[in-house]
């Protein structure tokens, strides 16, 4: 073949002045070019976001998983409401798909068919390669998004696209591997937990925010998560604690503000339970390991 010629994108104040194009990205893809040393920390993610690493070196934390290095080709699913904490070692090209729920009733069966794999993969948020013809897609519309192309039926499509070269080019474990986090059995009930329980305090409220009756709750909520509502988000708080007692300088009193504990009798009894120390112990262990 011959030279390829790399086309301008046309008419670019009439595609810019559609009504359907992105100006800001929430869901979609982004590209990104990031410098080496740049530092991010988001302490609750709005969405699912696939990092996708084209060139370049970073370091990313995610709940308990600590310090992870994402290299050239590679990818890593950020689910929905974790915590990150991730730094670039090298210049860094990335492109960024956040998404809510996966749209195409197709990918969305695939997952939940293939949630049963789950117990027979060790996740240990390892990045899965990216290999032909996913880097082909990738280029294609980093080169469309680059051009000014930010159309958000592109978007749309580019989506869907990205789950069938996954179904059609990796095996039903890596897919595991990379989603993980966010299988079920049903996925819609599974994305609503995740997206709504850190507005709750608790159970009862987490059920009224969901509009489901306690029945209906209950009997879902087992059969997804395989304990009960309250020892779930007891865990998901003994995570989120674990992992805030390593912020640099945090106090005991911020600590129990961010989990609206009662008093510092009831936070230390937590902790005490959970973790086999005191509050104040917590955060020197946690700082004593993030340094």
């Not at 929430?26 to 530092?39: A, C, I, N, S």
């Not at 680059?146 to 095996?171: A, P």
């Not at 988000?233 to 106090?251: D, G, S, Y």
Request: aromatic letters at 12%.
């Amino acid at each position: 073949m011959g030279e390829i010629l790399l086309n301008k994108l046309l008419y670019v104040n009439e595609h810019q002045s559609c009504k359907n194009y992105q100006v800001e990205i929430d869901t979609g893809f982004k590209y990104l070019e990031v410098p080496p040393g740049t530092h991010v920390y988001e302490p609750k993610l709005q969405y699912n976001n696939v990092v996708i690493l084209i060139e370049g070196e970073c370091i990313i934390s995610c709940n308990q998983y600590d310090n992870r290095k994402i290299s050239s080709s590679e990818m890593v699913l950020l689910p929905r409401g974790a915590l990150v904490d991730a730094y670039t070692q090298k210049d860094c090209k990335l492109l960024l798909f956040s998404f809510g729920m996966v749209r195409n009733v197709c990918d969305v069966n695939m997952l939940q068919s293939y949630y049963d794999l789950c117990n027979d993969v060790h996740y240990d948020f390892t990045p899965l390669e990216i290999r032909h013809p996913l880097n082909e897609f990738i280029d294609l519309l980093v080169f469309c998004l680059k051009s000014g192309m930010n159309c958000v039926h592109l978007h749309e499509i580019k989506h869907k696209e990205f789950f069938l070269y996954l179904r059609g080019f990796y095996t039903k474990e890596e897919i595991v591997q990379l989603f993980f986090p966010i299988m079920g059995k049903k996925l819609k009930f599974k994305d609503m937990v995740l997206k709504n329980y850190t507005k709750a305090e608790n159970v009862e409220e987490l059920i009224e925010l969901l509009k489901m009756s306690k029945n209906a709750f209950y009997a879902k909520f087992s059969k997804e998560f395989g304990m009960s509502p309250r020892q779930w988000m007891l865990k998901q708080i003994r995570h989120q604690v674990f992992i805030k007692a390593a912020i640099p300088n945090i106090t005991i009193k911020e600590l129990m503000d961010l989990f609206n504990f009662d008093s510092p009798v009831q936070f230390n009894r937590f902790c005490m339970r959970e973790f086999n120390c005191t509050p104040g112990e917590l955060i020197k262990q946690q700082q004593e390991v993030s340094h």
